[in-house]
C-alpha cells in the first residue's frame, strides 16, 4: 500500500512554455484565406455557419497554433478540421432543406435552440483530437530529451 | 443584454485562466519539500462518517509521511459512525501515539461534516490545521509543500491539488478526472498566479489555527463549507494559496446517482454561498478590485447552468418577436448569446488545456463527453435553485447533508 499511485499516464512536469507567435501569425493568414475559400466555394454559407467556422478557426489559431509542435501538423489538422466543419455544415443544410416543407416556427426554435449543441460536437471534438496529438507529440519530444 | 454581458464575462475568465496556466511567468511560493525551514506543529484532521472502507488507506499514509512525527499530529473525528469506522481508527492511534481518535455520540454526530470539524478543532494543538477527507490518499511529503506557503504572514489558508484515484473505474471517474484536471490545474493554478480569489477545498488544505479560531470554525448550516471558509479568509484580509505540486488523490463518484448527489450538494452550498457573501464581497475593504470581480463570479458560478437555459428560453422567444424591427437588434445578440451559453466552449477548452499541460494525451479525447455534466449540472442548479428557494419560504434553515459512498474502489489503483 505504500506505494504510489502510477495506474495512469504519467503526468509531465510543467515547463512554463512560450507562445510560439511566429506559427500564431502564420495560422492567421491560414485561417484568412481558408474563411475567403468558404465564400468563394460554397454560396450558401451564412452567418451563422460563420460564426461557427469562425469560432473554430478563431480558437485553432489562439489555442493550438502557440503550442509546442511541427506547424505542418498543425496546418493539417486545421485544413482537417475546417474539412469537417464544412461536411457538417452541408449536412445540417441538407436537413434543412428536406425540413422546409414544413417550414413552421416550432421546428426553426428546434433547429435555433440545437445549433450550438449541434455545432460543439464538431468544434470539441475536433479541437480535442487536435490537442491530443500536440500532446503525444509534447510527450514523445520529452521522453527523447530525457533519454 | 445583461445576460449575454454577464456569459460573456464568464468566458472571458475562463480563456484568461487558460492562458495563465500555459504562458504566465511568475515566481511561485516555496515549495520544495528539501528547502522547508518552517517545520510548525501541524494538525491534520479527517472527518470520517461510516468511512470502514477507506479509513485505513488514509490512516496508512498518515504514517507514511515525511513531516517530522514529534511535529504531527493526526485527529480521526469518528463522526458517529455506525460501521467500524471508529475501530479500525482505534487500532492505528494504539500503535501510533501521534494519531488520535475522537468519537462522536450519535445522539449529537453524523450531522455533516462542518459540525464534526468544529469538533476535531477542539481537540487539535498544531499551529497549522490540515484537513483530509477520509477518502484521499496524499502524497508522502505534501505537508512539507503545504506548510512552506505558511512562511508569509498574509498566507491565512493553502490548497493542494486534487487528482482522481478510481480514474480507469468508469466513465464517470474519468469525466470527474477531467473536471478536477480543468478545475485544479487551470483554475486554481491561475487564480493563484493572477491573485484573485483561490478557493478553499475543504481537502487537501490547511489554514492557521489562530484565524480559524478567529473565525469560530465552520458554519454547520452552510452545505459548502469549503467555499464559505473561502470567502470569510478573504473577507477577513487573509489569502489562500494554491500549490500545484501538492499531489493529493481522492477517490471519485463513481456513477451518475451518486454524481447527482454530490454535485448537488455543492450547487446548493455554493448558492448559498452566493446569497450570504455577494455584498461583504462587493463592498469589502479587504478586497482588491480585483478580487471583488473573480469574487463575484465565482459565487455565481453555479448559476451559469441556469443562465444557459435562461438564454435558450430568451433566444426562443426572440426568434417569434423576430418581425418587430426594433427586435432586430436584439435579434443579432441570439448568436452571441448562444455562443456564450453552451457555444461557451471556453471550460472545456480550460478542461484540454489542463490535460495537456499534465501530458494526458489520450483522455483529451473524452472531453466532447463534458457535454453530458454540462447538461446534467444544468439539471442539478435548476433543482438546487427550487430546493433553495423552497426552503426560504419554509423557513428551513437546516439542509440535509448527502454524504458520499465510498466503496474503497480506489485501493485497487495503489501499487
Redesign the interface.
Known sequence: ????????????D?L????NFFHMAVGSVLVTVIIFLHFQLIPTFD??AL?AIG?FNL?FVF?LF??EGPLLRKTVLLIGGNTVGVLWYLIQLSFKEAFLVLNT?AF??IV??A???I???W???V???S??????Y??KM?RLEKS | MALVALITAYLIRHYLFTLTALYHKKETPPSSSNKTVYEPKVSVMIPAHNEEQVIERILQRMTELTYPKEKLEVIVIDDASTDKTGEKAKLFAKNYSFIHVVHRDPAYGGRGKPEALNRGLKHVSGEIIYCFDADYYPQRDIIEKLTACFIDPKVGAVQGRVTVLNEPHSLVTRLVALERTGGYRVDQFARNELGLITQFGGTVGGFRRSLIEQLRGWDPDMLAEDTDLTFRIYLAGFKIKYVNDADCYEEAVENWRSYWRQRSRWAKGHMQCAFRHIWPVIWSKNLRLREKVDGFLLLNIYFVPLFAVLAWILGAALFLLQPLGWMNLLWMAVPISFYSSVGNFAPFFEVGIGAYLDGRNRICWLIPLLLLTFMLNILICTKALIDLCFSKITGKKRHKWTKTVHNGNGSHYIK
Open positions: 500500500m505504500g506505494g504510489l499511485v502510477a495506474s495512469k499516464e504519467d503526468r509531465v510543467h512554463r512554455m512560450r507562445p452567418l451563422p460564426v469560432f480558437l489555442l502557440p503550442l416556427d426553426k426554435i435555433l435552440i445549433k450550438p449543441l455545432d460543439f460536437v468544434i470539441v471534438a479541437w480535442s483530437l490537442l491530443s496529438v500536440l500532446a503525444s509534447r510527450i520529452e
